[in-house]
């Protein structure tokens, strides 16, 4: 059973930086595919980044490129997500994925991370 657990989410400044962390268990971590999605209040989750197995073929969304890092260390089996100059906009729940195969979806319960002065 997969299991992926997120860390590192919460007050910070506008300006600030954090670093999230995700890490799985229960499957082999180069497996997954992985990514971050956050959900703000009265909003629909939406991808904030992704990135490939082995490290590769990472995307991000517009409203954090530049300023966010995804990364993955496989040997650790954790997803990384490292958040730049943060806004208030970027306020939100913040959830790794992990999708195997291309289709079986693995969620972790989230953190929260809050922008504010």
């Known amino acids: 059973q997969v299991q992926l657990v997120e860390s590192g989410g919460g007050l910070v400044q506008p300006g600030g930086s954090l670093r999230l962390s995700c890490a799985a268990s229960g499957f082999t971590f180069s497996r997954l595919a992985m990514s971050w999605h956050r959900q703000a209040p009265g909003k629909e989750r939406e991808l904030v980044a992704r990135?490939?197995?082995?490290?590769?073929?990472?995307d991000y969304a517009d409203s954090v490129k530049g300023r966010f890092t995804i990364s993955r260390d496989n040997a650790k089996n954790t997803l990384y997500l490292k958040m730049n100059s943060l806004k208030p906009e970027d306020t939100a729940v913040y959830y790794c994925?992990?999708?195997?195969?291309?289709?079986?979806?693995?969620w972790g319960q989230g953190t929260q991370v809050t922008v504010s002065s």
């Open positions: 994925q992990g999708v195997s195969q291309g289709r079986y979806e693995y």
């Open positions: 990135i490939g197995n082995f490290g590769g073929s990472i």
